[in-house]
């Protein structure tokens, strides 16, 4: 598009696209005309380029309607019809920046009267590049809440233009501020957000002295209302920690049936949305392709579902960090005290170490769902390390662990991998050649697991297994004791 106004002779070769429908009438008693209407076909903002209608209506027996443009000495267009009716109408087939303007039509009564309608803006959008259009601190919005919406701009453009579409549609024009990095910006607080309409805005930019020249329009920004409806479940079958290039998916599943999901990421604008489908009965969900992992894709995620005939959301599923791996040249050490295979219930610590200066350790369990346990780094002996402390362990603990460094400036950014480290617990006593201990069992019914489902992890049974033992030992001394005794008064009666 254009940058500056065009010259005469753009202007003379723009002329003839402008074309003109003055319509004819009679039988119009003087002094009763109205003043004239004027609007523009399909809207008074058009992109660069595209084609637009400006209409004016009077009444019956009009004899010729003329278009003014402000700044012109002269009426800018008329031309006598030949087609009876109370409209003119004039065609612009190629908005530029030299049709932008303030218009008005208007016609002579048979009395000679002037009759001038109001004034039309005619816009003409795309001669700048488009704003960010920003909504803090989250376009995610509990319901009644508040937000501020943020329209800045790189060009220098010094007003904004910030536009509510749907029902009922709204502007507001503000003056922006320059900060200190030269770019300019304005910002919008919205109070009192509620599910009773779609919350979506656009903005522009222009310059004070050209206001009907914007920019084209910024990408569009919906805020998402979120309420008390029961929460999704977001997960990955990647596991929270990925590399860099490979590809990400997530799923967002509800039992409540919901038809839509809408995905967010921490201190992102975008929120996609997508379908529910439903894999079996009860259970709806879609998922999120992500595409191949990049440095943007590093963060924390929440997702949200909703019903299509509301427009709120439900409340938001706890959150998944994405964590990419690979990001830092560095790779740390791991190690494992007493040693990487210990028997049940002993205390076992992790050690990862590097000699970067890192900030935090993160400790990675292959197949885990969880969030990995993240400790703050202590320099000791030259290294920068972190312990991970298990006490005691159980078979639960088996399995490979790698550990990762990273900065607090990067929290979601990790290191290369330590090398992996296989643990595995035994179900023997911690000590060799302690007394033997006599087994005890305890027998769970089916019945009893389903009404204590809390109780019944590998670290529960273990300990109910070591109480029935105390439980057990002195039964077995006295049966002993009885059964000895009543040897001994055996032998004494042969």
């Not at 909504?135 to 995610?140: E, G, H, I, N």
Request: proline share 11%.
């Amino acid at each position: 598009p254009p940058s500056v106004p065009p010259g005469p002779q753009e202007r003379d070769a723009m002329t003839p696209s402008l074309t003109a429908l003055l319509c004819l009438a009679s039988d119009v008693l003087p002094g009763t005309l109205p003043k004239p209407t004027i609007w523009a076909e399909p809207g008074s903002v058009i992109p660069w380029g595209s084609p637009v209608t400006i209409w004016c209506q009077g009444t019956l027996g009009v004899r010729e309607f003329y278009l003014n443009k402000e700044g012109s000495s002269a009426p800018w267009y008329r031309q006598p019809s030949l087609e009876p009716g109370d409209k003119g109408k004039f065609s612009i087939s190629y908005m530029t920046q030299s049709y932008a303007g303030r218009y008005n039509c208007y016609y002579h009564s048979p009395t000679g009267r002037l009759q001038s309608s109001g004034p039309l803006e005619l816009v003409m959008t795309g001669a700048h590049r488009k704003p960010t259009l920003s909504a803090l601190p989250s376009p995610v919005v509990t319901s009644g809440g508040n937000v501020t919406l943020q329209c800045g701009s790189w060009e220098g453009l010094d007003r904004f233009i910030l536009t509510k579409e749907g029902e009922p549609k709204s502007s507001w024009t503000l003056d922006a501020q320059r900060d200190p990095l030269g770019r300019t910006q304005a910002l919008l607080p919205v109070g009192h957000v509620t599910p009773s309409h779609r919350w979506m805005f656009r903005c522009h930019g222009f310059y004070r002295n050209t206001p009907q020249v914007w920019s084209a329009p910024s990408d569009p920004l919906e805020l998402l209302v979120s309420g008390v409806s029961a929460k999704p479940s977001l997960l990955t079958p990647q596991g929270p920690v990925v590399a860099s290039g490979q590809s990400l998916t997530l799923q967002c599943r509800s039992d409540v049936g919901y038809d839509r999901f809408a995905l967010s990421q921490e201190g992102r604008q975008a929120l996609p949305q997508r379908p529910g489908q439903q894999p079996q009965a009860g259970l709806s969900q879609a998922d999120f392709p992500l595409g191949p992992v990049t440095n943007t894709l590093a963060g924390r995620y929440r997702c949200y579902g909703g019903h299509n005939l509301s427009s709120e959301w439900s409340a938001p599923s706890d959150p998944l960090d994405i964590l990419v791996a690979g990001r830092f040249p560095d790779t740390p050490s791991l190690s494992v005290q007493p040693g990487p295979v210990v028997a049940s219930g002993e205390n076992v610590t992790l050690l990862c170490q590097s000699r970067n200066t890192r900030e935090t350790f993160l400790l990675s369990k292959e197949g885990a769902a969880r969030p990995p346990p993240r400790l703050r780094s202590k320099y000791q002996g030259g290294h920068f390390q972190a312990e991970f402390s298990m006490s005691p362990v159980t078979s639960a603990h088996n399995g490979t662990y790698r550990c990762y460094s990273s900065l607090s400036s990067h929290p979601y950014l990790l290191s290369h991998a330590s090398a992996p480290l296989e643990l595995t617990v035994s179900g023997e006593g911690p000590h060799q050649g302690s007394p033997q201990k006599s087994p005890a069992c305890m027998l769970l019914s089916p019945s009893f697991l389903a009404s204590h489902p809390q109780d019944y992890t590998v670290e529960n049974l273990i300990q109910m297994g070591m109480a029935g033992s105390v439980l057990l030992g002195p039964g077995i001394l006295l049966f002993q004791a009885q059964h000895g005794h009543g040897g001994a008064q055996d032998a004494a009666r042969s």
